[in-house]
């Protein structure tokens, strides 16, 4: 990966109703993003996770496996964009994982653009791995950022 920064940053979340189990394992996730600690994030993952990135998104589309999340997605994050984060306002366990809202943040590194754009982010979590990611954001911002639409 880069030495081009891109993390995650708390903002006094608020952790809605139940399973903190799920919660914890998320939050850790997040931790391990903030600290550039990879090797952990491997860990969190099922070997066949299922990420599903919304188009129009920086490494957008669906990716399966923990090695083609790093290669198609974070890669990505860490050359193009400067100072890249995700932070996080809200987790909600729903029993079999927790949805996430927050916003993402940073500069693409091309066009000098800075955007920040709100999601919800579902994750599965399954025998305490992450086995599934869904997104939803606004790609519009992040598209703006990266100079793909007009003014």
Not at 76 to 88: E, S
Request: charged letters at 25%.
């Amino acid at each position: 990966m880069s030495n081009s920064s891109f993390g995650y940053s708390q903002v006094k979340p608020v952790i809605v109703q139940g399973e903190m189990e799920n919660i914890e394992t998320i939050k850790t996730m997040y931790d391990a993003f903030e600290k550039k600690d990879y090797d952990a994030i491997r860990q969190l993952f099922d070997v066949n996770i299922e990420w599903n990135q919304m188009k129009g998104f920086p490494g957008g589309g669906q990716h399966t496996g923990v090695d083609a999340v790093f290669k198609k997605v974070f890669d990505g994050f860490g050359k193009d964009w400067i100072n890249w984060k995700a932070t996080i306002l809200r987790y909600f366990d729903t029993g079999e994982g927790v949805f996430v809202i927050g916003f993402y943040e940073g500069t693409y590194v091309t066009t000098g653009k800075s955007m920040k754009s709100d999601f919800v982010c579902e994750y599965k979590v399954k025998d305490g791995k992450i086995a599934e990611f869904n997104q939803y954001t606004d790609t519009f911002l992040i598209g703006q950022a990266m100079g793909l639409t007009k003014e």
